[in-house]
């Protein structure tokens, strides 16, 4: 079959990353071939992005936009490359230590709520790495006083949630660890519009009123790259279109591909 993305012409470069992250780089992945096993899925693969600025990852099925997330936070086979936060080196880090040490959260694509524990329950397992279980017990206090949704059903087991509050309590869940970066895979994924606005609207507010950096993977590209002021566009484990999500909305390349237009 003949590749529709050929089209796409030549890879984006580091400068072109450059003038999109600002001057408050926080996470870098510098030259970066990761896989499973021996086998390489990302090449060669950079990004930047600034404290407090959203990326959104697009591109076809097994593009290795999840990969990304995997690699930044400790699943996958490093071949070459670095990654670093803040300018530190933390590439071959365990994800307890990214969740723990560096604040590293990563929010999974499928449902990974516990049923059958209450929601506050499942808070709390949100600080199961910490130390002290004291500090999750506050965490947790104040996520629930943040989001009244949760608030009215934290004794109720889990799987009483409409799937929209199923996906808020996953979020606020990695919220208990303080984190400084939030890893979120299709975070749309299965909800009605009026939840797809919500979640959102919660991603908003970290990234503006708490400062977390966010990247994240979004099949609904149109929302990604409305939500997100970077947006890469991943094609067979390289980037292949880099700009503003404003920017690549109006892209045609983006629109033919991704945007159904
Ligand atoms: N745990 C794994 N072990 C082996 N191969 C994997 C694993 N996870 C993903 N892959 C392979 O890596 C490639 C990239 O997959 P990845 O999940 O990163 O794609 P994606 O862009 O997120 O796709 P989608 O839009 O379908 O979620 C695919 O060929 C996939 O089969
Ligand atoms: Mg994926």
Request: with cysteine.
């Amino acid at each position: 079959m003949a590749n529709q993305y050929e089209v796409l012409g030549k890879a984006p470069e580091v400068k072109d990353l450059q003038k999109l992250s600002g001057s408050n780089l926080h996470l870098q992945i510098k030259n970066l071939s990761a896989g499973y096993g021996k086998m390489e899925i990302l090449h060669d693969f950079n990004l930047l992005v600034d404290k407090a600025q959203s990326l959104c990852l697009i591109g076809p099925n097994g593009a290795g936009k999840s990969t990304i997330l995997h690699s930044i936070y400790g699943f996958t086979n490093i071949f070459s490359g670095q990654i670093e936060i803040d300018g530190k080196e933390i590439t071959n880090l365990s994800p307890a230590e990214k969740l723990k040490s560096v604040g590293i959260a990563y929010i999974l694509q499928d449902n990974s709520v516990f049923p059958d524990m209450t929601v506050e329950e499942n808070l709390l397992m949100g600080g199961y790495i910490k130390d002290k279980t004291e500090e999750s017990y506050q965490e947790a206090q104040k996520v629930l006083q943040k989001y009244e949704r949760l608030n009215k059903r934290k004794n109720q087991p889990a799987k009483v949630l409409s799937g929209g509050e199923r996906r808020l309590l996953e979020i606020s869940r990695a919220l208990v660890m303080r984190p400084s970066i939030l890893l979120v895979d299709e975070p749309s994924i299965g909800l009605e519009p009026r939840y797809i606005e919500m979640v959102f609207e919660i991603l908003e507010d970290l990234q503006k009123n708490e400062k977390k950096t966010i990247i994240m993977v979004e099949q609904n590209a149109k929302k990604g790259l409305e939500f997100a002021d970077i947006g890469y566009v991943l094609v067979s484990g390289q980037t292949a279109i880099v700009g503003e999500g404003n920017d690549l909305l109006k892209n045609p390349d983006v629109g033919r591909l991704f945007l159904g237009g």
